[in-house]
C-alpha cells in the first residue's frame, strides 16, 4: 500500500513558476537529525495514512486549476508503488516535481526515461565524507554522485539544495559540496530552522547569520551557475 502522510492541496512556492499540490509520502532511509519533517520520516503502527483514491479523486476535480503535482516525504523512491503511482498522475495530465535524497539512482534513472518527473529537487546533505555522520546510514554513497549527475544530464529543470547549519557546514564544506555539483543550473542554500526537528537536541542548535550566508553563497557560486539563499 502507497502510504501516503499527507496532501496539501495548494502550493505557490514548492514547483516554480507552477500552481501545484503537495503529496508528502512516508518513510525515510536517512536519519538527519535536523529534518524538519520528523512525522514523514519514521512510520508509526497507528499512522493514519491519507488513501490513494482520495488523492487521485482529488486531483481528478482538481484539472484544469492545478498546473503539478509535487511529490516529496520522507523519501518517495523507496515505495514500492511509486512508479505506479506517478503513472497515474500523469494520466491525469499533471506535470510532476519530485523530491528526493538522491540515494536510489537507478530508479530515479528510470523514471527520468519513462518520461514520469518533469523537474527533480535533489537534497545535497554535505560532502560525501559526512553524509555517513549526518545520515545515520553506513553506506559508500556512490548513488548520490549517481544521482547528481543524472539529474545534470537529464535535460529536466531540476534544483540542488542543502539545508546548512553550523554543526555540520563552514566555508571548507560549501566549497567541496560546490566540486561535487559543479556545473548545476541551479543551487540553494537553506539556512537551518530549529523549531521542529527529528532529534530534539537539535532544537538548541543555531543557524547562519544572513552574511555568514552570502559568503556561502559567493564560494557556490564559483561552481554553478545559479545560487540562492532560502531562509
Same mark, same amino acid.
Given at each position: ?6 496532501? *496539501?492541496?495548494?502550493t505557490l512556492l514548492d ?10 509520502? +512516508? ?33 481528478n476535480k482538481r484539472k ?14 523507496? *515505495? ?28 530515479? *534513472? ?60 563552514? +566555508? ?17 542554500? *537553506? ?41
Amino acid at each position: 500500500m502507497l502510504k501516503i502522510g499527507g496532501l *496539501q492541496k495548494l502550493t505557490l512556492l514548492d514547483y516554480p513558476g507552477k500552481i501545484a499540490a503537495n503529496i508528502f509520502l +512516508a518513510g525515510c532511509n536517512f536519519r538527519c537529525g535536523f529534518c524538519h519533517n520528523p512525522d514523514l520520516v519514521i512510520i508509526e503502527p497507528d499512522t493514519n495514512f491519507v488513501t490513494e483514491s482520495e488523492v487521485l479523486d482529488f486531483l481528478n476535480k482538481r484539472k484544469g486549476v492545478l498546473d503539478g503535482v509535487c511529490i516529496g516525504g520522507g523519501e518517495p523512491l523507496l *515505495q514500492p508503488e511509486i512508479e505506479e503511482f506517478l503513472n497515474k498522475i500523469k494520466d491525469l495530465g499533471y506535470l510532476i516535481k519530485l523530491d528526493t535524497n538522491g540515494f536510489k539512482a537507478a530508479l530515479l *534513472q528510470k523514471l527520468i526515461q519513462q518520461r514520469l518527473i518533469d523537474y527533480i529537487a535533489m537534497d545535497i546533505k554535505s560532502s560525501i565524507n559526512k553524509y555517513e555522520k549526518i545520515t545515520g546510514l553506513k553506506s559508500d554513497f556512490k548513488t548520490i554522485r549517481q544521482s547528481i549527475e543524472l539529474i545534470k544530464n537529464s535535460g529536466l529543470p531540476y534544483e540542488f539544495r542543502t539545508t546548512i547549519l553550523p554543526k555540520y557546514h563552514d +566555508a571548507k564544506e560549501i566549497e567541496m559540496i560546490g566540486q561535487m555539483i559543479a556545473g548545476a543550473d541551479n543551487y540553494y542554500l *537553506q539556512n537551518f530552522r530549529n523549531q521542529k526537528t527529528l532529534d530534539p537536541t537539535f532544537s538548541k542548535e543555531p543557524s547562519f547569520t544572513d552574511a555568514e550566508l552570502e559568503t556561502f553563497k559567493d564560494i557556490a557560486l564559483k561552481y554553478v551557475k545559479n545560487c540562492q539563499i532560502r531562509n
